[in-house]
């Protein structure tokens, strides 16, 4: 890697990281506008505590170089979420803040993507190593050659 991509990764990392830790105080703090969000979804309050632990877990792991490709899949899943969720029932803006809160997932959704793109030579050996059907010819062969039982 350049000098250049190690400043991108870092940059897309310490972004993802930040915003990811500094929402947790307003949903561990009970916040009105987390807990409004997550009564609006139907998981308030466990919904809300959940996620925030995912993002904690996430956050800390897209700090270390050597996890941050596992980070960066928690943290796209949970904003991926949180996406889907504005566009779908919050709506854009929460409670006047004019887009604040969709901004900062999507701020976050696109670091991921870039961590895991530039990232991917720790990751792509471990996912072009399993497919689906690898996994089906096998357990199919241990099935004929009775070794299951």
């Known amino acids: 890697m350049n000098n250049l991509t190690i400043y991108i990764l870092w940059a897309a990392r310490l972004a993802a990281a930040i915003i990811l830790l500094q929402t947790l105080y307003f949903k561990f703090g009970a916040q009105a506008e987390s807990v409004y969000i997550f ?3 139907g998981v308030e ?9 995912v993002e904690l877990i996430a ?68 996912v072009s190593g399993f497919t689906f059907t690898q996994s089906v010819v096998k357990s199919e062969s241990v099935r004929r050659s009775g070794a299951h039982e």
Do not use: E, N
């Open 59 to 126: 956050s800390i792991l897209i700090l270390f170089p050597r996890t941050s490709w596992i980070g960066a899949v928690l943290g796209l899943g949970v904003m991926l979420g949180a996406i889907g969720a504005h566009l779908t029932i919050l709506g854009i803006d929460i409670l006047g803040d004019g887009g604040y809160l969709f901004a900062l997932g999507v701020i976050v959704a696109l670091s991921c993507v870039v961590i895991l793109v530039l990232t991917r030579q720790q990751w792509l050996p471990i």
């Open 39 to 41: 009564a609006k979804l």
């Open 45 to 53: 309050p466990w919904g809300r505590i959940g996620s925030g632990i």
